[in-house]
């Protein structure tokens, strides 16, 4: 789970704990890291896959340790991050490198991801995630 952190000036304590808790959590999906992983998952996770298909934290994690998904590579630009009370929302562009049911997969999405604080313990709720779409051919 993430607790507190600084801010720094162009954010406040809330936000750089969220994002900090962000940054772990991209940083266990490359490393495998399940055990860390799953102590960042809110229990009722929901899960939205830019594909439409929905996983709870227990689908989700148990993807993960059958090899359906690996990642294997990941890059995010275009982060923002709010905070309003005990919600933290984490809006960004991610390009993920994965393999899907042991197919190399390429994901460009937006991603929206939701971490709620209870007990001073920042823990992901929820995440929808979007596909970009493809540029238009000249």
Known sequence: ??????????????????????????????????????????????????????????GYLDA??????????????????????DVGLVFCHAEIDITLRGAPVHLNNRILAVWLREDGTWRLLAVQSGAMPAPPND
């Not at 993960?64 to 009370?85: K, M, N, P, Q």
């Open 1 to 58: 789970a993430c607790g507190a952190a600084t801010g720094s000036a162009m954010s406040g304590p809330d936000e750089a704990a969220v994002r900090a808790c962000e940054d772990r959590r991209y940083a266990a999906m490359v490393a495998g890291d399940l055990a860390m992983l799953a102590d960042l998952l809110h229990p009722n996770l929901q899960y939205a896959h830019s594909t439409g298909g929905i996983d709870t934290r227990d």
């Open 64 to 85: 993960l340790r059958a090899g359906s998904v690996r990642y294997h590579r990941e890059h995010r630009g275009d982060i923002t991050v709010r905070v309003t009370g």
